[in-house]
Nanobody, 126 residues
């Protein structure tokens, strides 16, 4: 059973930066795709970024490419989401999630992630 705890959310002005952290515990190997998702009020949860624990392969949704960076620290069992040039439309609850994936693969499909954190609020003011 994988446990995930997010931190680092908050209120920031447009153009500012935040770094989200996701502390993971309970993993027995590195065969996981680690994802960041977000959900704004009245909207469905959407994929933001993902990284493979084993290969480091990454993927981003188009709206955050060039602004957000996902990374991991194996020694700390932590995944990060560095968010720069934030926009009001980035306002949402951000969730960290884990999905079993072999061969260093990642997935962007929400339904394939079966471990989720509690979420952290990110609010970007204009």
């Amino acid at each position: 059973q994988v446990q995930l705890v997010e931190s680092g959310g908050g209120l920031v002005q447009a153009g500012g930066s935040l770094r989200l952290s996701c502390a993971a515990s309970g993993r027995t190997d590195n065969n996981y795709s680690m994802g960041w998702f977000r959900q704004a009020p009245g909207k469905e949860r959407e994929f933001v970024a993902a990284i493979s624990w084993s290969s480091g392969r990454t993927s981003y949704t188009d709206s955050v490419k060039g602004r957000f960076t996902i990374s991991k620290d194996n020694a700390k069992d932590t995944v990060y989401l560095q968010m720069n040039s934030l926009k009001p439309e980035d306002t949402a609850v951000y969730y960290c999630a884990a999905a079993r994936r072999n061969m260093g693969l990642i997935t962007t499909t929400t339904s394939l992630y079966n471990f989720w954190g509690q979420g952290t609020q990110v609010t970007v003011s204009s």
